[in-house]
């Protein structure tokens, strides 16, 4: 499987995300910069299968964060798949 190239993590850098709703989640996964946002995969898919992951934080929550392109066994049906998950901290 090809890996995501570096004109796409440096475009998914210029991602810039306005999150609507009130949950920590919703307001809290665009430090990670991914490249689909709103993520379109569970975090613990995309973790087991993913090639890019990573953490960040935003005020008082830490993220973790995943990328991986098409994938079918992982649940990613698009060329690029996103997941984040973020915990109050």
Same mark, same amino acid.
């Given at each position: 499987?090809?890996? /995501?190239? *570096?004109?796409?993590?440096?475009?998914s850098a210029l991602v810039v995300v306005h999150a609507k709703g009130g949950s920590a989640f919703n307001?809290?996964?665009m430090c990670c910069c991914l490249i689909v946002a709103p993520p379109n995969i569970p975090y613990s /898919?995309? *973790?087991r299968c993913g090639?890019?992951?990573w953490t960040c934080t935003t005020g008082p929550y830490f993220c973790n964060c995943c990328?991986?392109?098409?994938?079918?066994?992982?649940?990613?049906?698009?060329p690029y798949c996103s997941g984040a998950s973020c915990e109050h901290v």
């Open positions: 499987m090809a890996k /995501l190239g *570096a004109s796409a993590l440096a475009a307001n809290n996964y /898919l995309c *973790a090639y890019y992951i990328e991986m392109t098409q994938n079918f066994n992982c649940g990613c049906g698009t």
